[in-house]
């Protein structure tokens, strides 16, 4: 489900987990969502490994749990949502439209990474 800066903040509010699946150079470049979890799903060749990645997310939300999905402008994350929701039964999946770079665009805080 594709969701705007409002709907990302009320989210965050509701204490749902913000999940940046950018790379670690990316976190750098711009900062990041404060407390987001920090899952790369594709590296640089656009090679990804979804057992490893599901492995990561467990620890933070099942199928049946509602958790958000950011990249930067939201294409990678859109196609992460819909394959979650539609081949492996992720059912809250929420991915920010217009990623980071809107976020900051309109003056949202972001924090610097951990790694």
């Not at 969701?3 to 749902?16: R, S, T, W």
């Amino acid at each position: 489900m594709n969701i705007d800066n409002a709907q990302l903040e009320k989210l965050i509010e509701e204490g749902v987990p913000v999940i940046d699946i950018r790379r670690p150079e990316e976190w750098r470049q711009t900062g990041v969502v404060k407390d987001s979890h920090l899952i790369t799903f594709f590296d640089k060749k656009g090679n990804y490994n979804v057992p490893a990645w599901l492995e990561k997310l467990a620890p933070i939300a099942g199928k049946d749990q509602p958790f958000i999905l950011i990249c930067r402008t939201g294409n990678r994350t859109g196609t992460v949502g819909k394959f979650l929701d539609k081949k492996l039964g992720y059912k809250k999946v929420y991915n920010v439209q217009k990623g980071i770079t809107d976020w900051i665009a309109k003056g949202k805080p972001v924090v610097k990474p951990a790694n």
